[in-house]
């Protein structure tokens, strides 16, 4: 199993573009989350989802969008690209009915 | 505010050396607790896990305890090991049962 895996690892966008971060897992997991970390902080919350078509907002879904089809995939949507938003995105899944959430590698994000 | 943090941003220890590192929370109906490693440029990584009806669990060289009383977990390493620097969070559930609240982290480095 490969696991979570994100794409890009990296981008710059410019203030204004839009762009699609990429999350799947292999693991058949109910539950994936998108969380945000700033520099020297803790991960926050942005949308969590626990099967597919259903998602909700976590503590800082403003300027995001997701959508989950399917179990396998989970994008986050920036549709404006602010400078408040330039941080590292970590997509996570977990197994229903189990705490544990798996990360991926994350995606560093840089909006200039 | 923030329910989980830390009481240290940084612990430098020797090689050889056991560490502790030291987490607050606040909610007291918080039954679930996770530590993760994260390294640098990395997603985090699972290390233990424990509920509120356990005060210690451990694993291959670390032992997470949990201070019901005054609200306390830690994490102890053993023998701790240069591969073991990183930045450790903890994280308590949210309470909505799928999301989790992590801490700001505490950078552990350690030298030979």
């Known amino acids: 199993n490969a696991g979570v895996t994100q794409t890009p690892k990296f981008r710059i966008l410019k203030i204004g573009q839009s762009m699609t971060l990429q999350c799947t897992q292999d693991?058949?997991?109910?539950?994936m989350y998108w969380y945000r970390q700033d520099p020297g902080m803790g991960l926050k919350l942005i949308y969590y989802s626990v099967g597919a078509g259903i998602t909700d907002k976590g503590e800082v879904p403003n300027g995001y969008n997701v959508s989950r089809s399917t179990t396998e995939d989970f994008p986050l949507r920036l549709e404006l690209a602010a400078p408040s938003q330039t941080s590292v995105y970590f997509c996570?899944?977990?197994?229903?009915?189990?705490?544990?959430?798996?990360f991926g590698p994350g995606t560093r994000l840089t909006v200039l | 505010g923030e329910s989980v943090g830390l009481h240290l941003p940084t612990l430098s220890v020797q090689e050889g050396d056991n560490s502790i590192i030291n987490c607050a929370y606040s909610?007291?109906?918080?039954?679930?607790f996770i530590w993760y490693k994260q390294e640098s440029g990395k997603g985090p990584q699972f290390i233990i896990d424990?509920?509120?009806?356990?005060d210690k669990r451990q694993g291959q060289r670390v032992t997470v305890l949990l201070n019901k009383t005054v609200k306390h977990l830690s994490l102890q390493i053993a023998a701790t090991q240069p591969g073991d620097s990183a930045v450790y969070f903890c994280?308590?559930?949210?309470?909505?049962?799928?999301?989790?609240?992590f801490g700001k982290g505490t950078t552990l480095s350690v030298s030979s």
């Open positions: 693991m058949n997991h109910n539950y």
């Open positions: 994280a308590e559930d949210g309470g909505a049962g799928t999301a989790l609240i």
């Open positions: 909610n007291s109906a918080s039954d679930y």
């Open positions: 996570a899944s977990s197994r229903l009915g189990e705490d544990t959430q798996y």
């Open positions: 424990i509920r509120s009806n356990m």
